[in-house]
């Protein structure tokens, strides 16, 4: 069944981006194998897939432990600074990046690793409360200035989630305003490629707004029995 939803799941990614004339290559596959046990992360990793990610600080560190091979390891989900630890060694990008305080430890540990360490700051683009993330572009500007000075931090990209709702304008709006702010990041002496945004139920849409990092999980190991 995995493998059968990786096909789709590519395929519609395809679809999408001759829709809207953007190269696949361009669009990194994600995927999010949070509550998923080893064996069944092996069968997405035979089916081809390059790219694991996991929210969970200990369970990365945990099942970085156990596989390795030909694929890089996303930490997608909030972090807390006590817990840069768990992930340092193993994370090639960590994308919810959202204070000075977890970016300064997050070099401290990569310095200590001799370590450029990939990182995308997570934007708020929406109001649901639960949702973490930057909100002004004053705090998106500062904390960008950070990293830029930081040694061991090489900011890649944005990252968003768009809110929980079946109204594609709205997912779009979200997306965009992730777009436009990385635009304006690059206007003024940044060199940002990455937008991390798109899950199962959004990334056909967030591949026309123009992200280059999907996080899907559901679409390709079915729902999560606990979260
Ligand atoms: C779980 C998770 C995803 C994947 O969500 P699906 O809806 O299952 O595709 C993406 N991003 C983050 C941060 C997540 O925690």
């Known amino acids: 069944m995995i493998a059968e939803n990786l096909k789709i799941v590519e395929n519609k990614i395809a679809e999408s981006c001759i829709k809207c004339g953007r190269e696949k290559s361009e669009i990194r596959l994600i995927a999010v194998t949070k509550t998923q046990p080893i064996d069944v ?27 390795s091979g030909d694929f890089q390891w996303h930490f997608v989900g909030h972090l807390q600074s006590n817990k840069v630890k768990y992930v340092i060694k193993s994370a090639d990008f960590i994308h919810a990046v959202d204070s000075i305080k977890l970016a300064e430890e997050i070099n401290r540990r990569s310095g200590q690793l001799n370590k450029m360490q990939k990182i995308l700051l ?16 004053d705090e998106i500007f500062k904390l960008a200035e950070f990293c830029k000075n930081s040694s061991n931090l090489n900011l890649a990209g944005l990252m968003t989630m768009a809110p ?27 060199q940002l490629k990455e937008l991390s945004m798109g899950m199962t139920n959004d990334y056909e849409i967030a591949i026309e707004e123009g992200s280059t990092m999907l996080r899907i999980g559901t679409a390709i190991f079915g729902d999560r029995i606990i979260n």
């Open 122 to 137: 997570e934007i708020k683009t929406s109001d649901e409360e639960t949702k973490f993330g930057l909100q002004t572009e």
């Open 164 to 190: 929980f709702t079946e109204n594609e304008s709205i997912i779009r709006i979200s997306f965009r305003r992730s777009r436009n702010l990385m635009e304006k990041l690059n206007g003024n002496g940044y």
């Open 41 to 67: 992360i092996k069968i997405a990793l035979d089916g081809g897939v390059k790219n694991l990610g996991e929210n969970k600080a200990q369970e990365l560190r945990d099942k970085s432990e156990l596989i």
